[in-house]
């Protein structure tokens, strides 16, 4: 495919992509960098089209796809085709205007969706060794909270977001809250959607004890309705969270910075691989769609199903 590109331009192309470039490099006023971009596009597609055979001015959507699959299966990423297809299209854009051509062979080619990126999730033993471990350095009452907020995050796979939004208790006004009686947290997830996510034992565990001190934080306390509240009696806020669970990590010598979303991810990776059960995992983590949960499947864990004796080692209820 390499030798296609290399091919040089029949005099009338080369001239036909030189007016081209001038005309976006003058009159579109490109900077150099997206010009000389523009510049190898072309002669990709002018080798390409040598290679087949067939004039620029005749290229047909049929060519493009076939170049594309080409280039695919040369394994160039779905993002670099696209960049190239933008360029290849305002070059057809610009020969229509000219009155070159008829009708535009790109318009309606789309490059390959890139794959997904994997999400992040932590192994299992530093999964569990995070939830577990306690910072003597800290405040007690901090100490409680963000043992708390680790618990949740991790045995009930809660958005941040969502997690900020609980109250200590249910009421109209409540975006969420827990019951630690029924041992179940109640969220309003995206697109304003409720659902309830059981709460296991060691979680409940770390939810008494933070509330057992919250309301001695400071005198504001008391009449905030937030279940996570700040030094100033402040419903804590999404950032604070993200900023506590990096210091957190660091302390706890995991060598990944942990984030919210990080620990989402290992507590949906870590149960499915336990437990095969995709649609019980898309109902807990409240995904709307099934492919949105389907991500999960590509990771490898099959190393935790030694390590894990039931769903999820945190979310075991008394008994069980």
Known sequence: ?????????????AALVARYLTHVRVEKRLADRTV?????????????????????????????????AQMHGAGRSGRGIALILSGWRGFYAWLGREGLVSANPVVDVRAPKAPKPLPKALGVDDAVRFAAFQDEAAEPWVEARDAAIVELLYGCGLRVGELVGLDVRASAQAR??????????????????RRSVPVGRQAAAALSAWLALRDGVCAEAATEPALFIGRTGRRLSAQAVWGRLRQRSLRAGLATPVHPHMLRHSFASHVLQSSGDLRAVQELLGHANIGTTQVYTRLDFQHLARAYDAAHPRARRSGK
């Open 176 to 193: 969420g809250w827990i019951d630690l009686q029924a041992a179940d947290a109640h969220v309003l997830g995206k697109g304003s959607k």
């Open 36 to 68: 000389t971009l523009y510049t190898l596009d072309l002669r990709r597609l002018a080798g390409l089209a040598h290679a087949a055979r067939v004039p620029l001015t005749q290229v047909q959507p049929a060519h493009v796809r076939r170049w594309v």
């Open 1 to 13: 495919m390499e030798a296609p590109e290399e091919a040089p331009l029949p005099p009338e192309e």
